[in-house]
């Protein structure tokens, strides 16, 4: 897809009837009585699992009726078919009908009336989704029909999501399928396919040289998926073939021409008209198979929509069929049918290939989709912290299932949860405000399910079932409180009462790598020690700087180093000492108006407004005087290297007039405004074993790492009253022209340019977890522990968007805008890499991959060691727990999830990955464990 936009003028060329394409004409002599069009009219409802309503009131509503009416209405006619998506409505229609409707059903399906397309828990995003979410969905849907249907979807259906990745195709043919259709892709690039009459491919992976990825890809060429655009060309005709628009039904065509009833008078002259939009979408495409779309949003919800779409075409199919001279055959269908047809008529060899993604969408005019890639970053970051918990829960529920199966009850609604919200309206940040509040409360009970069994779970383990368990006590709290669905993440304050002064805190590793990592805590007082199992004493470093969003707390921030093997357990003690202080920290501060006095601490210096640097063994971090990161130094046997990379925060402005950004278009007036910094309070904290830059901005509190250099920014742009969308760039030396890579879904790298002939917001892509840019000797990586949007505007440059706020509609339906901002953290990791001499990739190389330090870098965002406080009997505290080798297993293979199905079989996930060995090779059990912070904060 990459040469086919540098193709592409995106000249948007008035195209008559069919706005964004051409006159379409034909020869009607292409068609004889042996060689017919072929046309499959599909009927489907596309139910949103949440958007304008919740999941329960869409069912309630609508979705119960929808289904209630399909067996009733399929049984009359076995000429009848259907298509369904979204599991997650199916089966809570499947709970509460009867034993004989189920048996109709099952009867449907078997005659193949009605068919299960994808079969996922949802439609998801492609665009924000991680990979693990989308494998959950899909396996917890196929598990389901599986399980109550005895049945394996073939053909995937894809219509609605803002964008394609490839990825989806790539999952969907390691699972089995056969076919997909998809919708929504950039008008441009639909209109050059349709003119090469290749909307209907091979689509291949970017790295697959020799096909064993494709998958046979059928692209719908009009503007949306609803009838008037899924008939022809011209929706001003279509639209009279929806018969839910007759006259007295509610709904109208916004081209004044309404639908008629066919009967005998009439049908000749509308079987014509139809006709000819059949042959002229036919033109779009290789062969005389046509696959036609009928259905739209929750459609099918009344009985008499059912009789008039039903009974109405079939009297044109009637008609067609029974007149040789149409040389056509028309029929109702499903998308299997339809791809069974279409693989007669021309082998799947004989389709052109394709590669590469379908990012970023638009619609119309310069309307790009590229604002949802941020949209309510808040509930974006939650989404990945419960894909942390769940992947937990699952893998110690796999490690004691023989014990805990009473606890799969609460597992499984879990992954319903994190399922329902990769629907392309919950990730994505495009529902309606209560409906966003209603997928955060679940998610957050889902977090607290996950956070329970794994402390039962740890429990068993750490105990070897030698304590009694009925599933409902507490041995440990999670060191993780969220008290409201949009609260901030709270840690525990450790205190040591008299008689009973020991903590035991057990840190689970997740990943198969050995980890020694970083790890902070709250306590109470300063005068503390730790060790470990072996009763070792384990240094630490202890600050009075207890929390970024309160530095005023009665608490100290304790910093230590754990050491612990693959998917193991390892606890330590923290006990009070006499005396600490060759473990405390030094503060200094500038700009802090008198707030140093707050800190009851020693080792503390106010100092004047400079610039400033902190380091460790690897790194140097400079800084300006506002505190902003300057550059980066990596620290090399065979001498220093500098690069220069300035930190700063932007903001858009909306463009004014009727059509403006919204929660899902980003349409700015220009380039983005670089937000002055006037004397920002800067605390710096330096320690034995971390140092940290907090800087409080407005609107902002922005906070390095073994693995490079963390960022923190806690953005709370809830209190500004216009539009507003908030970015941070990076600016650097390194040369990488218009060049710059990004990740799909955690999955791959895909290689990116940045083009001229598109507009800002058209050059914005999806960013799931990591970005890099890179030239013959330095490539700089920024990872990042939630999705949002990226770009590189200029050369050296990556800037990422991180909150919007946008009061007005952009027009897209959801009648709202974007305005319900809470406090939001973003984690980002920045890796500063140098090639090895005369190690270069192929120059022509369409996708990108990380190195080994930077893969382990984002997995420790991703995956980060859990924090377990022991909450039982302190003179029989937790010791360790050991799931295999001490050391590190194979860095390339990632255990992606354990799958328990019931309590006979269970499913285990392996991911292979691929490294970029141009690069220095990660050890990380030997490298040093110095870690360097940034934090900002944005109020």
């Known amino acids: 897809m990459g040469r086919v936009y540098d193709i592409l003028k995106f000249d948007n060329i008035d195209g008559g009837v069919w706005k964004q394409g051409w006159k379409i004409t034909y020869d009607e002599k292409q068609w004889d009585e042996n060689n017919k069009l ?44 259907f298509i369904w998506a979204e599991i997650s409505f199916f089966a809570l229609w499947w709970s509460e009908i009867s034993s004989s409707v189920k048996d109709q059903v099952k009867e449907l399906v078997s005659k193949r009336q009605l068919e299960f397309v994808t079969g996922g828990w949802v439609m998801p995003d492609e665009a ?19 399980d109550n249907l005895n049945y394996v979807p073939r053909h995937s259906w894809s219509i609605d999501p803002f964008g394609l990745s490839p990825s989806l195709p790539y999952i969907l043919k390691k699972s ?19 003119k090469q009459k290749q909307l209907e491919f091979r689509w291949r992976q970017l790295w697959d040289e020799e096909g064993g990825t494709e998958l046979l890809t059928h692209m719908m060429p009009f503007y949306s998926y609803d009838v008037p655009h899924t008939c022809g060309p011209d929706p001003k005709i279509c639209c009279q073939f929806d018969f839910k628009r007759l006259p007295g039904y509610g709904v109208t065509c916004p081209w004044k021409v309404p639908p008629q009833l066919i009967n005998d008078k009439n ?8 006709l000819d939009q059949y042959r002229k979408k036919a033109q779009l495409y290789s062969t005389n198979v046509l696959l036609v779309p009928l259905g739209d949003d929750f459609r099918y919800d009344h009985l008499t929509e059912w009789d008039a779409q039903f009974t109405n075409y079939q009297k044109l199919f009637d008609y067609i069929n029974s007149n040789p001279h149409m040389n056509a055959k028309a029929q109702f269908g499903t998308l299997g049918d339809y791809f069974d047809a279409l693989k007669k008529e021309k082998s799947v060899k004989d389709f052109p290939t394709l590669s590469g993604d379908f990012f970023t969408y638009a619609d119309r005019d310069d309307h790009y989709w590229s604002g949802y890639y941020t949209s309510r970053p808040f509930y974006k970051r939650m989404d990945r912290v419960l894909i942390s918990y769940l992947r937990m829960a699952a893998r110690k529920n796999r490690t004691v299932e023989a014990w805990i199966i009473k606890l799969l009850p609460s597992l499984s609604e879990a992954r319903s949860s994190l399922s329902l919200f990769q629907h392309h309206d919950g990730i994505t940040g495009t529902s309606k405000d209560h409906v966003v509040n209603d997928y955060a409360s679940k998610m957050l009970e889902a977090i607290k399910s996950c956070q329970h069994i794994i402390q039962q779970s740890a429990n068993f383990l750490l105990f070897q079932g030698n304590t009694p368990q009925l599933g409902d006590e507490i041995f440990f709290i999670t060191d993780d409180n969220r008290k409201l669905p949009s609260s901030l993440s709270e840690q525990t304050v450790l205190k040591f009462p008299s008689g009973n002064p020991d903590k035991y805190i057990t840190f689970f590793n997740p990943l198969t790598s050995r980890r020694k990592e970083i790890v902070t805590l709250k306590v109470e ?36 180093v754990v050491d612990i093997p693959p998917l193991s357990l390892s606890t330590y003690r923290i006990e009070p000492a006499d005396d600490s202080s060759d473990s405390h920290a030094t503060l200094k501060f500038f700009n802090e108006d008198g707030n140093d006095q707050k800190y009851d601490w020693k080792n503390k210096e106010k100092i004047m407004e400079r610039e400033f640097s902190i380091q460790n063994d690897k790194l140097s971090v400079a800084f300006s005087k506002l505190g902003l990161l300057k550059a980066v130094t990596l620290k090399k046997e065979d001498g220093s290297i500098t690069i220069p990379i300035h930190l700063s925060f932007i903001r858009y402005f909306a463009r004014p007039g009727l059509e403006r950004s919204g929660a899902y278009l980003f349409l700015p007036e220009g380039e983005a405004e670089i937000i002055n910094v006037n004397n920002p309070s800067v605390t710096i904290v330096e320690g034995k074993l971390m140092s940290q830059v907090i800087v409080r901005l407005t609107n902002i509190v922005h906070s390095p790492d073994s693995h490079g250099l963390e960022i923190q920014n806690v953005v709370d742009i809830a209190s500004i009253t216009d539009n507003y969308e908030l970015g941070m760039r990076l600016s650097s030396s390194i040369k990488n022209g218009d060049v710059f890579y990004t990740d ?24 799931p977890s990591s970005v890099y840019i890179e030239d013959e000797n330095t490539r700089l990586n920024i990872l990042s522990a939630q999705p949002l949007g990226v770009a590189s505007l200029k050369e050296g440059q990556i800037e990422i968007m991180q909150d919007r706020k946008l009061f007005q509609d952009d027009n897209r339906g959801l009648d709202q ?13 920045l890796v500063v890499e140098t090639r090895t001499p005369g190690c270069q990739e192929k120059s022509d190389s369409v996708w990108g991959t990380l190195s080994e330090k930077s893969y382990e870098a984002q997995h420790s965002l991703l995956y980060p060691v859990q924090r377990l406080i022991w909450q039982g009997d302190p003179k029989q505290p937790p010791q360790t727990y050991k799931s295999g080798p001490d050391e590190s297993m194979n860095n390339r293979l990632h255990v992606v999830t354990a799958i328990t199905f019931n309590s006979f079989a269970t499913g285990l996930i392996l991911q292979s990955s691929e490294f970029d060995t141009c690069f220095e090779v990660s050890n990380n059990y030997k490298k040093a464990v110095s870690n360097l912070y940034i934090r900002h904060l944005i109020f």
């Not at 049908?267 to 139809?274: D, E, H, N, S």
């Not at 805008?817 to 990791?829: C, E, H, Q, Y």
Request: net charge positive.
């Open 128 to 146: 924000n989704s991680h990979y693990y979410s989308i494998l959950e969905q899909l396996i917890y849907g196929h598990q389901w029909l599986l």
């Open 176 to 194: 089995g399928f056969i076919g997909l259709a998809v919708q929504r892709s950039h008008y441009s690039v639909k209109k050059y396919l349709a």
């Open 267 to 274: 049908v000749a002259q509308k079987a014509a008209l139809i």
């Open 525 to 560: 007082h300063y005068l503390i020690q730790v060790r470990d199992s072996n009763n070792v004493n384990v240094p630490f470093q202890i600050s009075p700087i207890c929390g970024v969003m309160d530095s005023t707390s009665k608490c100290y921030q304790l910093v230590f």
């Open 38 to 81: 072929n046309i499959f009219v599909v009927p489907h409802s596309h139910n949103d699992p949440g958007w304008k309503k919740t999941f329960e009131d869409y069912y309630q509503s609508q979705t119960r009726m929808i289904l209630n009416n399909m067996v009733k209405k399929l049984k009359e006619d076995e000429r009848r078919k």
């Open 744 to 767: 799909l879904n955690g999955i791959q790298i895909i290689k990116r340019k940045r083009l001229g002939k598109l507009p800002l917001q058209g050059n914005y892509y999806p960013l």
């Open 817 to 829: 805008g974007v305005a319900d901002n809470k406090p939001t953290l973003s984690i980002f990791r």
